[in-house]
Nanobody, 125 residues
Framework: QVQLVESGGGSVQTGGSLRLSCAAS?????????MAWFRQAPGKEREGVAT???????NYQRSVEGRFTISQDNDKSTLYLQMNSLKPEDTAMYYC??????????????????WGQGTQVTVSS
């Protein structure tokens, strides 16, 4: 059974940094996956932040490109999101997600098969 468990959220001031982690387990060997970070602020739609596929192809939401970095351990058991130069508008619940097969340029929540419980990121002015 696939499980995704996020950690690393917290409260920081504008300009600060956080590193989110997502421990992944239960994936079938020799299958193609897309791993992603989503975020959702109160009253807003959940949006894709960054994705990485089995081959290491990475895509970022325009608003975080240059500030956030998505990465994986060598064995792909842990997904990371390094967040630098944080802004108040980055405040949201951040979710780790995974889907079978390929990533898409604009990730949609409905397309993802597995989700973590979320970790809160709060950036104060």
């Amino acid at each position: 059974q696939v499980q995704l468990v996020e950690s690393g959220g917290g409260s920081v001031q504008t300009g600060g940094s956080l590193r989110l982690s997502c421990a992944a387990s239960g994936f079938t060997y020799n299958k193609y996956y897309c791993m992603a970070w989503f975020r959702q602020a109160p009253g807003k739609e959940r949006e894709g932040v960054a994705t990485v596929d089995t081959d290491g192809n990475i895509n970022y939401q325009r608003s975080v490109e240059g500030r956030f970095t998505i990465s994986q351990d060598n064995d792909k058991s842990t997904l990371y999101l390094q967040m630098n130069s944080l802004k108040p508008e980055d405040t949201a619940m951040y979710y780790c997600a995974a889907k079978r097969f390929a990533c898409v340029a604009i990730p949609r929540t409905e397309s993802f098969d597995w989700w973590g419980q979320g970790t809160q990121v709060t950036v104060s002015s």
